[in-house]
């Protein structure tokens, strides 16, 4: 069993900055892609931005120049650093997690969401 905790979500005014935390811990015998995804009121969940086991990164437009992401192998923890946040930038962020098992089997898991804010 695996197990995603998210934080960092929060109310902040346009321009601010906030965190995102996703730290992964359980069944894991190597953690390949992390990722975070959104899902705005009324619309369907969409990318944000992905880091593979080595690094290498994927953001959407809406993210690419503001948001960053990043991972800690070690804590099994993915972040994104957000920076000049829009009001469009409102909704639920999910942490994604793909990883390989003890078990040797490859195993998708989501985290139960953290909600950004933002309005003045």
């Known amino acids: 069993q695996v197990q995603l905790v998210e934080s960092g979500g929060d109310l902040v005014q346009p321009g601010g900055s906030l965190r995102l935390s996703c730290a992964a811990s359980?069944?894991?015998?190597?953690?390949?892609?992390m990722g975070w995804y959104r899902q705005a009121p009324g619309k369907e969940r969409e990318l944000v931005a992905t880091i593979s086991s080595g690094s290498s990164t994927n953001y959407a437009d809406s993210a690419k120049g503001r948001f960053t992401i990043s991972r800690d192998n070690a804590r099994k923890t993915v972040y994104l650093q957000m920076n000049s946040l829009k009001p469009e930038d409102t909704a639920v962020y999910y942490c994604?997690?793909?990883?390989?098992?003890?078990?040797?089997?490859?195993?998708?898991?989501w985290g139960q969401g953290t909600l950004v804010t933002v309005a003045s």
């Open positions: 359980g069944n894991i015998f190597r953690v390949n892609v």
């Open positions: 994604h997690v793909n990883f390989l098992a003890w078990t040797l089997s490859n195993v998708d898991a």
